[in-house]
């Protein structure tokens, strides 16, 4: 019988349960999501091979995608034109070699030596804000005050965007996520942040300076409205992923005192660290992970047809045992780095490096300024968004 799909977390710091049976069950796991049957992808080598992607396709205009758009002969052709207007530069969505354009424009903005510049500029607005809540403390909300301003105020000033607008767009991201809202709901808070990154590139083309967007609208190579889809996805992706790592991760640090005590002694193990709470919270989990089969072809001894819908699940993936001894203990010596936690193969994310140093100096930062740092709610207690495709809690109090 297919597996009914989504199923949900119980627990903030684990898969949903279900998974470990249906990755013993098989690699390839047939679901229904939305009355639409999908094949749900369970194990690390399988996963690793549709995101590699020969034969898959990530575009939603792909036929048989499972995030296909409503069907066309339904749609107006003034409603068409403002979807591909909003789509554009949304290179997410794109296959090879359209997608190839846009990652190498990219790819020079975020290399680890540009990340490696930019580390100076993190760990003083991480310490500003740690100021602040000090000074306000002796308690606070670690998701508002720090969890969630450090990553927006990076985003902001790497991309030019004002953080005094921080409301708007963090505000407008929650809602589009949340699987709770409705669709139109989720679609109007999009087209806001869409609007006001619109004007925002047109006053930037006005005057182009040497930062990311001056460089690329200088550069030429992309229309306005991509300009304006890349700005979306930078924006999005940039501050809302980096936003719920931060908290979940001090969660998960302060419930394993003996592994904190020997980050605190040895500060060397904090990339590795970072790595393995990547993997052990694998907060982005199937959403992100929606293709299609473009191609009769085997996967994992299963027969995908042509136009099949799949999703990959990248907390099963990183949960599995064929890949990390003893998966659901959190272990920051185990070399964690061959998790699936930002993908694989072309759409990897272009992000990496800047959100392993963001969660590096944010953890490190936190636990040397405040080392009586504790949680004031019981894990049942913390509210987390077991609606959203990006998983995290919506608060987190804490005292020192
Ligand atoms: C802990 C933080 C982050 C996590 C867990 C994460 C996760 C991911 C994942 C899983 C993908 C692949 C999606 C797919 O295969 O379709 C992805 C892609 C992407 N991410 Fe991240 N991300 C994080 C931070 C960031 C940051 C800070 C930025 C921006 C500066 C960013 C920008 C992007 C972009 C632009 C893509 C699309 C890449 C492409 O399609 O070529 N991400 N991310």
Sequence with gaps: MAQPFPVQRTCPFAPPPEYERMREQAPLVKGTLSGKDVWLVTRHAEAKQVLAGSGISTNPATPGHPSAP?????????????????????FIDLDPPEHGRFRRLLIPEFTVRRMKELRPGIQRLADELLDDMLAKGPDADLVEAYGLALPSLVICQLLGVPYADHELFQSRTRTMISSMDDPQVRMAAAMEIHDYLDALITSMAERPGDDLFGRLITGGALSHDELVGVAFLLLVAGHETTANMIPLSALTLLRHPEQLAALRA?????????????RYLSIVDWVAFDRVSTEDQEIGGQQVRKGDGIYVLGASANHDERAFERPDAFDPGRGANHHVAFGYGVHQCLGQNLARAELEIAL????????????TMSDEELPAKYDGAIFGLTAMPVTW
């Design 70 to 90: 409503p069907d066309d002969e339904q749609v107006t052709p003034e409603e068409r034109a403002a979807r591909e207007k909003f789509t554009a530069g949304h």
């Design 266 to 278: 040895d500060p060397s193990g904090w990339p590795a660290a970072v790595d393995e709470l990547l």
């Design 364 to 375: 490190r930062t936190l636990f040397e300024r405040v080392p009586g740092l504790r949680v």
